[in-house]
């Protein structure tokens, strides 16, 4: 499936997931899908396939199994890396609300973590798109 197509669906699952561990579980896929496009437009970064730490289960949190690894091609690179640009930042906004609402301390760090991966996937756009990194 085409990345364009992923990112889209990963909007509509976003807006239709206001729980908290579903924005986590976003967060994640979303990680996870820029990473996928990141190998398939053959630029790794000299990173290696599995980011560092504990994996999360992305189905625990509702978002159900990776997209990314349904991703079978990008047509436009530019309006894709744009579309994932976005979306990390409508996630990271909502992330922010969630982690500053959380109740327990295992919630909150699970929304640093998500935060995190977020703002990895971020400045991995931006090196995608050659502006260096998009981070804050």
């Known amino acids: 499936m085409d990345a364009a197509r ?3 669906e990963a909007e509509r699952a976003l807006r239709g997931s206001p729980q908290p561990e579903h924005v986590i ?3 994640w896929q979303a990680y996870e899908l820029t990473e996928a496009v990141g190998r398939l437009l053959g630029d790794d970064g000299g990173r290696p396939g599995v980011r560092a730490g504990p ?3 992305v189905a625990a ?3 159900g199994p990776l997209r990314a690894v349904r991703l079978t091609g990008v047509r436009d690179p530019a309006g894709t890396l744009r579309a994932l640009g976005v979306l990390l930042g409508e996630i990271g906004l909502t992330l ?3 982690t500053c609402a959380a109740e327990d301390e ?3 760090w699970q929304c640093i973590e998500a935060l995190d991966a977020v ?3 971020k400045d991995r756009v931006g090196e995608l798109a050659g502006g ?3 981070g804050d």
């Open 6 to 8: 992923l990112v889209a």
């Open 55 to 57: 994996a999360p289960v």
């Open 119 to 121: 703002d990895e996937a």
């Open 61 to 63: 949190g509702g978002a």
């Open 132 to 134: 260096g990194g998009g």
């Open 25 to 27: 579980a976003e967060a």
């Open 106 to 108: 295992a919630g909150y």
């Open 96 to 98: 922010v609300g969630i």
